[in-house]
């Protein structure tokens, strides 16, 4: 069963951009096959990873439900819908992605999110690795995603606003029907020193820190250039960091 990294916490704190630091750090290190799983409705994990994304699982979802007669004959609707779903996968040398897109609209899509739901499970026995960027808070990822998580990574800037949000997350995470093995809090546009407010309230949530991600200008160049992740150079600050980070996390697994 493939390993299953997921990103949280406040908006625009660095989940995307870790996420995508994440694939990157594992292609570069030969892992592979690696799964790259947008699943933030304002998707944008693709374009940071340098991918145009045509197609997302909810436009599968809204065409089948629109006519749902549509399946091809000697076809039963999961094998259908399967079907649609590998057409989603995008697929690169060093990874695949998958796009999860909008949530449900009106109506009922029990079954149809049943069956898909289904479908992103089983993926993860397909790849060594899944790497599930989120959209910001929580609720979502017992519902969209695998209810497994094998290691989260909550995700603040240097803010006490950005690790209050962590901590709603942290305390939500016994509510939720996810099963979450490992976890690790990532400071992202951090100082070298952290000061002793912050440190006392990362205490008081009761996670580690398992890296703080420096603010990185090559991080801005990158974006300013509308360029890939994956072209971020090996000695870029965040780039090390990240690194960091994953030793930690593969270590976890090992
Ligand atoms: N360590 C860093 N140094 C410099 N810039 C950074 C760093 N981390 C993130 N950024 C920048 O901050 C912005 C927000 O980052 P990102 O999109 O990853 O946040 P997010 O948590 O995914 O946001 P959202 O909640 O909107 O999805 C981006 O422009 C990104 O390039
Ligand atoms: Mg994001």
Redesign the pocket.
Known sequence: MGKVIAVA?K????????ASQVVRYLAANGVSPVLAVDA?P?S?LGETLGIEVEKTVGDIREGFMKDPQGVPSGMDKVNYLELLMNQVIIERKDFDLLVMGRQEGQGCYCMVNNILNRFTEELASSYKYMVV?N??GMEHLSRRTSGRVDYLLL?TDYSLRGLRAVKRIHDMLEDLKLDVKHKGLVV??APEDLNGTFLAEVKEIGVEIVGT????PQ??VL?MEKGSMMDLADESA?AQAVGGVMEKVLAAFA
């Open positions: 916490g908006g625009g704190t660095g989940k995307t951009t870790t933030d304002n944008n960027d959209e910001a995700i992202t546009r991600v420096p603010d990185d991080l801005a974006d965040s």
